[in-house]
């Protein structure tokens, strides 16, 4: 039985019923949902007139879209949660304090073990803690909100065995990206990943996000990892709950019950980048033609965390990025741009032209602080390179990881660190 | 809903292709509103434009593979049936659309061998899980949804379902 299934089993007593394809109503241990996705909740939630929420301290509520508000429109979505949050006694963060899928795991709100939900399709980046966490809409979270409980399809399981030495300058994200470009953007729809192997053991918690937080870039419902001592040791100092750190000292590599096996040799995959429109659409990035750009963005749930400035930091530092190049960084918690700037990296990414952008999901999927005009092309760091996901219908996104984006920013076209 | 759900539907197709992403059907820019209206106003906008002053309520959307995939807006099923689309047909659809697609009472129905233009005439009858192109005679059959998901919509989604209390597993 997958680390999934089991952990499904605390809330569906019979195994019976977890059998791929079954539907079942489980209780969750964390609701989250943002300032984009909480109002189409609150108007369910208020057209049900149940008036009633069920643990209120399950409830999670993170204001980092369109953040700090870009207009009147957001600042009254904002304020209408904010509301709701209060006079309901839900964990509200507003704006600056982060990014969702950073800043949960960071606030130790999320544990091993955990069946969490959000309405928000990133949400499968807790899988990295050993959690089953699915992206969810906003009715799920209203109906989550009034009752504990979601209901899903019991997936089936694919387990992903990655393995051999990685190149340099390789990370999380190009081994997520080779990855759905070998299954393709509905490669894993309806089913769940399960990460296991030794190149997994060597990947920092940081790389650990980055792989799982994209797994919905293929379809699939989660992508979780086992805990390890890196886990445990990222989460024990956070923890605001007590966790199992696994049933039956469960081990996902010796599982034999999967639907599907694939094994990935690392070894083999060179820094990628993925062209428009598909985040299925990967190449090594030592393969393309030259494709300059107008804006480098380095941040977002996938890459927005402390490592990621850190191997960023090291290819911009004494350097410059092009003239004309807008290069934007935006650090995922508030935390994380402390840090930032009380160990220098600020002040190297400063020097080295960049725009420092308060947390905030923003250029990503096209709300503010970045978003870009018909023909402009912008290499990113982010999880999407859809139609228009960054501005015009007529702007290209291409994804890549942050060293790539800090070579690409002082270069000004597409380029791997030598 | 569930009586709505088992008539008959009848409409002209909206035809689109694979993997229509949530950013193609209600581009990000115009969520800083839930109202379905509004919503309905710049449906399909990051495809077609016109879209939402061309369709006219009892339309039909028909696609391809992987409909709705991409992020968990439920905006692009509200905006979809604020438009007064009767139904989605689709090879198949990215699981969270799936999901809000039943939650709200959007009916939705997976088939994957129907062929069609846009602006053909198209009948579907959910009762016998038939589907008829009118207009060129071709015909496909679907699956119904399983007894759990039937429920759901034949609550009239998923918070009258709460409504009725827990109903259970």
Known sequence: MSLGRKIYLKSVKDKKKLKPGKFIEIDV??????????????????????????????????????????DIDSAEQVKKVRNFAQEWELKFFGAGCG?????????????????????????????????????????????????????????EAIKVILKGKLQPH?????????????????????????????????????SRFTISNMVIE???????????????????????????????????????????????????????????????????VSSIQKVE?????????????????VKASKIIKGRKAKEELRFIVIPSTAAIYKKMADEGLLSVFIDGGAIISPPTCGPCLGGHMGVLASG??????????????????????????????????????????Q | MSSKQKLNIKGRAFKFSDSVDTDQIIPARFLDTSDPKILASHCMAGVDDEFASKV????????????????????????????????????????????????IGLPIIECSDFNTNTGDEISIDPEKGHIENITTGDVASFCEFPEFLSKIIAAGGLMEKAKEGNSGE
């Open chain 1, 218 to 284: 293929c379809g699939a419902k989660y992508g979780i990892m086992e805990p390890d001592d890196k886990t445990i040791k990222y989460v024990e100092k956070r923890a605001q709950r007590p966790y199992l750190p696994l049933p039956d000292k469960y081990s996902i590599k010796e599982d034999n019950d999967f639907d599907e096996v694939m094994e990935i040799d690392c070894s083999l995959i060179e820094p990628q980048v993925a062209f428009p429109s598909s985040p299925a659409n990967s190449y090594p």
């Open chain 1, 170 to 206: 390789v990370s999380g994200k190009d081994i997520i990206l080779y990855l759905i470009s070998l299954i393709g953007i509905d490669g894993a729809l309806y089913k769940g990943m399960e990460f296991c192997g030794e190149t997994l053991e060597e990947l920092s918690m940081e």
């Open chain 1, 376 to 417: 402009e092309k912008a290499l990113s760091t982010t999880n999407r390179n859809f139609v228009g996901r960054m501005g015009h219908k007529d702007s290209e996104v291409y994804l890549a990881n942050p060293e790539v984006a800090a070579e690409t920013a002082v270069r000004g076209y597409i380029s791997v660190p």
């Open chain 2, 56 to 103: 006219k309520p009892g339309d039909i959307i028909v696609a391809g593979k992987n409909f709705g995939c991409g992020s968990s807006r439920e905006h692009a099923p509200l905006s979809i049936k604020g438009c007064g689309i009767s139904a989605v047909v689709a090879e198949s659809f990215a699981r969270i659309f799936f999901r809000n697609a039943i939650n």
């Open chain 1, 29 to 70: 241990d964390l609701i989250l949902s943002n300032d984009i996705t909480t109002p189409p909740a609150i108007d369910a939630f208020n057209q049900s007139q149940i008036g009633k929420i069920k643990s209120p301290e399950k409830a999670v509520i993170v204001a980092d879209h369109f953040t700090p508000n870009k």
């Open chain 1, 99 to 155: 990014i969702e899928h950073a800043l949960l795991p960071e606030k130790g709100l999320v544990v091993p073990g955990d069946i969490t939900i959000g309405a928000d399709s990133h949400t499968v980046t807790y899988g990295a803690l050993g959690a089953v966490a699915s992206g969810v809409g906003s009715t799920d979270i209203a109906y989550a909100w009034v009752t504990d409980k979601v209901w899903f399809k019991v997936p």
């Open chain 1, 293 to 309: 750009v107008d804006q480098v963005v380095l941040g977002s749930c996938t890459n927005g965390r402390w490592e990621d400035f």
